[in-house]
């Protein structure tokens, strides 16, 4: 299995309302696509219970049957417009770690 984690931060010039509005359509966006895409086990959104110390403003953490199911997430339609017009536009900051799982 794999793991794909994402961090964003979300641009400075949204105010605060925004940002939750952004923030609930991004994780609404992204967890709507389970059981969409084929080897795409897990994903969940972290939107909230963020600390100060946080540099981060939203989390994404899936799991993929092996690094073919994420590279074939990756460019699959429904995902690809999720991120065009819920994410892309709205974030300033991304961070990505794929690891595969060994258990």
């Not at 010039?13 to 609404?28: G, W």
């Not at 795409?40 to 953490?61: F, P, T, W, Y």
């Not at 997430?73 to 991304?94: D, F, G, I, L």
Request: negative net charge.
């Amino acid at each position: 299995m794999v793991k794909h984690i994402i961090l964003w931060q979300l641009r400075e010039d949204l105010t605060a309302e925004e940002k939750e509005s952004v923030k609930k359509d991004i994780k609404q966006g992204l967890e709507g696509l389970a059981g969409r895409i084929a080897g795409l086990l897990s994903i969940a959104v972290n939107i909230d219970g963020r600390l100060d110390s946080s540099n981060v403003d939203v989390m994404l953490d899936s799991t993929f049957a092996d690094e073919a199911a994420l590279k074939a997430y990756a460019v699959h339609p429904e995902h690809v417009e999720v991120a065009k017009s819920k994410v892309v536009p709205y974030t300033c900051m991304r961070a990505c770690l794929d690891y595969e799982i060994n258990d």
